[in-house]
């Protein structure tokens, strides 16, 4: 014992004199930061010297193998660095599949030339050109992901998407609309293809392309696969076309439906932007279970994924039909016109997102109203939708101490990641349905107040519509926003938008819906939209009685902030396994949740990890589903709104 007494006086008087601080004559170091390495150039308005040639080789779909050559002028004697692509536009963060970059080797004819990439920029490579090197050439692989939960699939032994952002390393210093180049792609052995891009030459299945600046290429993908079907949509002013693979020919015939929507889709869009901003339109869509998922919004493509029975059940799922409009949209609203501060001169600048609600929100209420005025949806299918959109956001508390503004840089902030509370935390996509609730505010009362003479349409001809045919990027700001609403009706629409976006709120937008004619209600029955969502994924969507959302197996994947379920303490990730002492099953939970209404109590029972609970859950308004009602003696604006025009 006294040695162990011994051994703990000694730990005692070390640790003081270590906690003591040092005497000023030992003049200890104290640490000081590396020096940062060099900055890399910034980019400018200067055109890149010469062309650059890039190659890929896609025949090793199978298997997600991109190899990719590019032959670059360079300058003898001076360092050279290369970006691999990080800001895309329309995806508002930084979601460059760096990682998916191997192999990466540089040569001047035989000689190898050593890289190194920047401490800092991790997505620049550095590369000291020798004494007498005009030319280099730089081999890479891109290694798609083999399976979803590595990431997004471009490529299996049927299709792929061959999306240049990330096959390219381009030079820094230089604006991308002044770096040019000459791209083409060796396909799969009697794979077919389509694109934006021209076609300069095609022997089998090398295909290259006419010479175009960097922004341009990054913007125009390449849809390829063995099963492939053209349609055209429209022909005047322009072609616009679908183009369909599937993983197997029998996949490849749409229902007539389909078809004539679109059509009516491309027409309607017409009839409210009064113009279009490409030469030609390619609408890309991906049939199978085994892709994706891959989406992008393009000035004259659109890149869409869709599940295998995407065509087989046209009629039991309309809610699929409008995914395909969002992008059409964007031609208009994201690429053609974009947010001043979205707009980058290169792909390695960053975006800010403060306007994500007017990008996004805004999109998405175009692609609600086009969808239902080309009859892909019924009236009834857009009111059911708004009604889950306006339910959705009044389950978000968050919004007390979070305005939209600030989940506009959630891209950044979050990088899409899933969320242990969403409602609370909120997340970018509230910028999209919130936003699209502000947009239809916006509308009604732009119709209200001129006696139905004005309307967000007349907004959509005067800032979209201009300068018809152009393919130049416009940028705006809200100032611009402000102005043009005040040229079609005088408003406060600086103090509107600034109120909404601005500051915090105890309720989301719905003055939209009460404007228009209909108010946000309740019935213990779903809609149908509801019923075919839980019949197609097993999920059962309590979240407007309890405020929790399930999977069959009685797994928790939802719970919302302050209700019922978070007040009796469950988490996400628990799995409920009995109701009222039975053994849990989803009718069961529903009819006992029904008979809360009557004041029935409710009594579940989980486990969460090893741990079991049970706890009553303080709820007594049975079960419940959003509707929108008609409130009889007003006009029925939001019926106007979703009419197709002629």
Not at 591 to 612: M, Y
Not at 618 to 636: D, I, S
Request: proline share 8%; aromatic share 10%; net charge neutral.
């Amino acid at each position: 014992m006294p040695c162990v007494v011994a051994t703990v006086a000694v730990w005692m008087v070390s640790t003081a004199a270590h906690a003591q601080a040092p005497s000023a004559s030992q003049s200890w170091p104290l640490p000081q930061p590396a020096p940062m390495p060099p900055p890399i150039e910034p980019p400018r308005d200067t055109p890149f010297p010469g062309t650059i040639r890039l190659h890929v080789d896609a025949t090793d779909a199978a298997r997600g193998v991109f190899r990719v050559k590019e032959t670059l002028p360079v300058a003898p004697g001076r360092r050279l660095t290369l970006f691999f692509p990080q800001w895309l536009p329309g995806d508002h963060g930084p979601t460059g599949r760096l990682e998916g970059l191997a192999g990466l080797k540089v040569q001047a004819g035989k000689r190898v030339i050593a890289w190194t990439r920047d401490a800092v920029q991790v997505a620049a490579f550095h590369i000291d050109i020798p004494a007498g090197v005009t030319s280099i050439d730089v081999h890479s692989q891109f290694l798609g992901a083999t399976e979803p939960r590595v990431g997004p699939v471009v490529a299996t032994s049927t299709m792929l998407d061959l999306q240049w952002h990330n096959l390219v390393l381009y030079p820094a210093g230089h604006y991308a609309r002044r770096i040019t180049y000459v791209a083409s792609v060796k396909l799969p052995p009697a794979w077919e293809f389509a694109t934006s891009l021209t076609v300069a030459r095609r022997d089998g299945g090398e295909v290259r392309f006419q010479p175009v600046t960097l922004d341009t290429l990054v913007d125009s993908p390449v849809i390829a696969g063995r099963a492939f079907k053209r349609i055209l949509l429209s022909d005047d002013p322009v072609p616009v076309h679908v183009n369909i693979v599937a993983d197997d020919a029998a996949g490849l015939e749409p229902p007539p439906e389909f078809v004539q929507g679109y059509q009516a889709l491309v027409q309607q869009a017409y009839r409210l932007f009064g113009s279009q901003h490409y030469d030609h339109y390619d609408l890309m869509v991906w049939l199978s279970d085994g892709f994706g998922p891959s989406y992008f919004e393009h000035l004259r493509s659109g890149e869409n994924a869709v599940p295998a029975d995407f065509f087989t059940t046209w009629k039991d799922r309309p809610e699929r039909r409008g995914r395909l409009a969002h992008g059409f949209v964007h031609s208009w609203n994201g690429l053609f016109r974009r947010p001043a501060e979205m707009w980058t001169p290169d792909f390695n600048t960053p975006e800010r997102d403060s306007l994500l609600w007017v990008f996004e929100g805004l999109t998405s209420y175009w692609q609600d109203v086009l969808t239902t005025r080309a009859g892909l949806w019924t009236r009834e299918d857009a009111l059911d939708d708004w009604a889950a959109t306006a339910a959705a956001m009044a389950s978000r508390p968050g919004r007390r101490w979070r305005p939209l503004r600030d989940v506009t840089n959630d891209a950044v902030v979050q990088r899409r990641k899933p969320l242990s509370w969403q409602g609370w935390q909120r997340d970018m996509f509230d910028a999209y349905s919130e936003g699209a609730l502000i947009w239809l505010e916006a509308d009604t009362l732009l119709r209200e107040r001129s006696g139905g003479r004005k309307s967000l349409d007349d907004f959509a001809r005067a800032f979209f519509g201009v300068r018809a045919g152009s393919q130049v990027t416009m940028t705006y700001t809200l100032e611009d926003i402000v102005t043009t609403l005040n040229d079609i009706l005088p408003h406060d629409w600086s103090g509107f938008f600034r109120s909404r976006i601005e500051e915090t709120r105890d309720a989301p937008p719905l003055g939209g819906i009460t404007q228009g004619g209909y108010t946000l209600a309740w019935s213990e029955e779903p809609t149908d939209a509801v019923r075919r969502a839980e019949a197609a994924s097993g999920n059962v969507d309590l979240g407007d009685s309890l405020g929790m959302m399930l999977a069959k197996d009685g797994k928790v994947l939802r719970v919302d902030w302050e209700g019922p379920a978070f007040k009796a303490g469950l988490l996400p990730g628990a799995v409920v396994t009995a109701v009222n002492g039975s053994p849990y099953d989803a009718q069961r939970l529903k009819d006992a949740v029904k008979a809360t209404a009557h004041q029935e109590p409710l009594r579940l029972s989980w486990r969460q990890g090893t741990a079991t609970r049970s706890a009553l859950i303080p709820w007594h308004g049975g079960l419940r589903y959003p509707r929108l009602r008609r409130v009889e003696g007003t006009p029925a604006i939001l019926d106007e709104i979703l009419e197709p025009r002629d």
